[in-house]
Nanobody, 126 residues
Framework: QVQLVESGGGLVQPGGSLRLSCAASGFTMSSNAIAWFRQAPGKEREGVSYISSSWGRTLYADSVKGRFTISRDNAKNTVYLQMNSLKPEDTAIYYC???????????????????WGQGTQVTVSS
């Protein structure tokens, strides 16, 4: 059974950092492209970051470039999202997602992903 489990969310002050984890079971992370999405209340789900399966190419939304870093630990079958210099507008539920096929051009489209985690809440507030 394929399962993705996010962790690491919480309450942090503006300018602070968090590291989210996405642990997989039932499949091999390195054989799938993985993305982080987020959804704030009343807003659509948006792509935050992406790491490809084979070469580990990484992509980021413009809003998080230079602040967030995605990485993968194949030995732990886990993908991470390091979030620095957090802003109140980063507040959202963060989801990780996995897919077998796709191109980098459509990495930020949620309906191209096969598997989703349950999400973890990130709140940036003073």
């Amino acid at each position: 059974q394929v399962q993705l489990v996010e962790s690491g969310g919480g309450l942090v002050q503006p300018g602070g950092s968090l590291r989210l984890s996405c642990a997989a079971s039932g499949f091999t992370m390195s054989s799938n492209a993985i993305a982080w999405f987020r959804q704030a209340p009343g807003k659509e789900r948006e792509g935050v970051s992406y790491i490809s399966s084979s070469w580990g190419r990484t992509l980021y939304a413009d809003s998080v470039k230079g602040r967030f870093t995605i990485s993968r630990d194949n030995a732990k079958n886990t993908v991470y999202l390091q979030m620095n210099s957090l802003k109140p507008e980063d507040t959202a539920i963060y989801y990780c997602a996995a897919r077998h096929y796709g191109t980098v051009r459509d990495w930020s489209f949620p309906n191209t992903y096969n598997y989703w985690g349950q999400g973890t809440q990130v709140t940036v507030s003073s």
